[in-house]
């Protein structure tokens, strides 16, 4: 599919690479045109470079993956674009530990936008989404979406299996403050140094919610 991408940064190197090798289209975009194509030409596959707008019109699906302190000049550049289009959002508050629901970037990105918000990959450090692909003890990385509309999370969970990974119904778009926190809160553990993932048990040991006891 035709994937814009509306960034050119190391989220969207790391998952537009992956993307064109899967064998997608990919427009990256950025504030600077120079400097956006000298990043397009080093991705592999035939990367496209275009302004916002022009990324955001590429697009079948468009992903924002910019700077929080970034995202209303992107989006109201974008013009009518992104309207009715699914929108895969990858952004994080630009500090962790101040992240406020009342301002969630997917609200506003849907908002402005008007497009169809599935929230996913912001979850791991950019580095994993450089992973071919990311496994850890055997186990593909889970990758939770958050979004309402079916044919924008069915466009998400490709993106996701395309990665080689796992996507993973996280509900909709009334529990992406939920995701959103969650990465705040585990991005603070890291950030002090402790490995994040010991901190929840195995599904067996999680209780019987619907999982046969001793499973
Ligand atoms: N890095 C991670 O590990 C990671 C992981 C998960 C989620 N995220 C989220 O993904 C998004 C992109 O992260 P990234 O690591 O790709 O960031 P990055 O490498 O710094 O790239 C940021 C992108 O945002 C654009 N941008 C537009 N307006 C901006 C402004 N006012 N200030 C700064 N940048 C602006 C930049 O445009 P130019 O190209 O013109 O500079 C650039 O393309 C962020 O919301 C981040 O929280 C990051």
């Avoid at 302004?51 to 989006?75: H, I, N, P, T």
């Avoid at 019987?208 to 006891?213: E, K, L, N, T, Y």
Wanted: charged fraction near 15%; aromatic fraction near 4%; charge should be neutral.
């Amino acid at each position: 599919m035709r994937i814009g991408i509306l960034g050119a940064g190391g989220m969207a190197g790391a998952l537009g690479t992956q993307w064109a090798g899967a064998g997608h289209e990919i427009m990256i975009s950025g504030r600077d045109a120079a400097a956006t194509a000298v990043r397009a030409a080093r991705m592999a596959g035939g990367v496209r470079a275009g302004s916002w707008a022009e990324a955001a019109a590429f697009g079948e699906v468009v992903v924002v993956a910019v700077r929080e302190a970034g995202l209303v000049d992107v989006l109201t550049a974008c013009g009518g674009a992104l309207r009715g289009k699914p929108l895969v959002d990858v952004t994080n508050a630009a500090d962790p530990s101040a992240y406020d629901p009342a301002r969630s970037p997917a609200l506003l990105i849907g908002g402005l936008s008007g497009g169809h918000v599935v929230k996913a990959f912001n979850l791991c450090h950019v580095d994993v989404w450089r992973m071919t692909p990311p496994v850890f003890g055997g186990r593909p990385l889970a990758v939770p979406l958050c979004g309402d509309d079916p044919a924008a999370l069915a466009a998400a969970r490709t993106l996701v299996s395309d990665l080689g990974c796992t996507p993973l119904d996280g509900g909709g778009l009334a529990r992406v403050t939920q995701l959103e926190a969650t990465a705040a809160f585990m991005i603070g553990l890291w950030f002090g140094g402790a490995d994040a993932q010991a901190v929840l048990p195995p599904l067996h040991r999680s209780g019987a919610h619907g999982v046969r006891p001793g499973a």
